[in-house]
């Protein structure tokens, strides 16, 4: 009667199908779908506040870090930065491009043009994909490589333009070129953009590299660029909301960093096996 009911009970969970569950962080394609919806939005409305752009912002690089992850995971190695700053030019030319085409059919402060650039960066992506697997070519030979740097294309460009829509208040080519490219804080964003996305995987590269500890990295990052770009913000006073406008962006990027940089210092004392004292970072018995 026993082995009647648990013979039973065994078809009956092979039968059930198993429910489709959204947890967090959720998985690579919802990510996608999530973070590029609500940067996009975010990109396009320049009007919104500083601190709504750094949300958008952060999205995007957690995104690129994302991407890198999947590209990087197949034993690329040191090839890890190099992905991470191609990501970074993938966003510099995307963003560009898209100011170019904001001239056109901009109504105020709304911006729907710059998305072509992002849309031609994920093309761009995608081709280089296709000819970095290719047997004829670069023959990488890597699983969804294509999917990984299309989606890079469009992530950083989205990162850039945010950034850019913080420092200047608007996308206007000509205030960009003035405000971000001649004073010199186009470098610290490409710096600290490409850390971004490429130091989340090499900081938790090894075989005990774990996406949830992975991504808390770029948010990390995001809130230190947070901060320079507050300050940026600050100096160059070209917020249409006024000093309070970086002032709350700098407070939320000290925030942002001091959080997340100590749950994953305490993640991953949790998770090692052992830590070694370096007098940097306290040493756990």
């Not at 065994?10 to 919802?30: C, D, S």
Request: proline share 5%; charged share 15%.
């Amino acid at each position: 009667m026993a082995a009647a009911e648990e013979k039973k009970a065994e078809e009956k969970k092979v039968e059930e199908k198993p429910k489709v569950e959204f947890k967090f962080p959720p998985n690579e394609t919802q990510l996608g779908i999530i973070a590029g919806i609500i940067a996009a939005l975010i990109t396009i409305f320049t009007g919104l506040p500083a601190v709504i752009k750094a949300v958008g912002m952060i999205f995007a690089f957690v995104w690129c870090a994302d991407s890198v992850r999947k590209t990087s995971k197949y034993g690329l190695g040191t090839g890890v930065p190099s992905i991470g700053v191609m990501g970074t030019g993938y966003g510099v030319v995307g963003a560009l491009m898209g100011l170019a085409f904001a001239r056109f059919g901009n109504i105020g402060q709304f911006y729907p043009g710059v998305l072509v650039g992002v849309v031609f960066m994920g093309l761009i992506g995608l081709v280089s994909g296709f000819f970095s697997n290719s047997e004829k070519y670069i023959a990488l030979k890597i699983p969804r490589l294509e999917r990984a740097m299309m989606e890079l294309g469009m992530a950083g460009t989205l990162a850039l333009l945010l950034e850019i829509s913080i420092v200047t208040g608007s996308l206007n080519f000509d205030a960009v070129v003035t405000r971000v490219m001649e004073t010199g804080v186009i470098a610290f964003m490409f710096i600290l953009s490409g850390m971004a996305m490429f130091h989340p995987y090499n900081a938790c590269l090894g075989p005990d590299e774990r996406r949830e500890r992975t991504l808390m990295v770029p948010v990390e990052i995001s809130g230190l660029l947070c901060i320079i770009l507050g300050f940026a913000l600050l100096i160059l006073g070209t917020s249409p909301w006024g000093p309070w406008d970086p002032a709350l962006l700098i407070v939320f990027g000290v925030v942002i960093w001091v959080v997340f940089y100590t749950r994953f210092i305490k993640t991953c004392m949790k998770e090692c096996y052992a830590t070694v004292g370096t007098g940097l970072i306290k040493t756990i018995e």
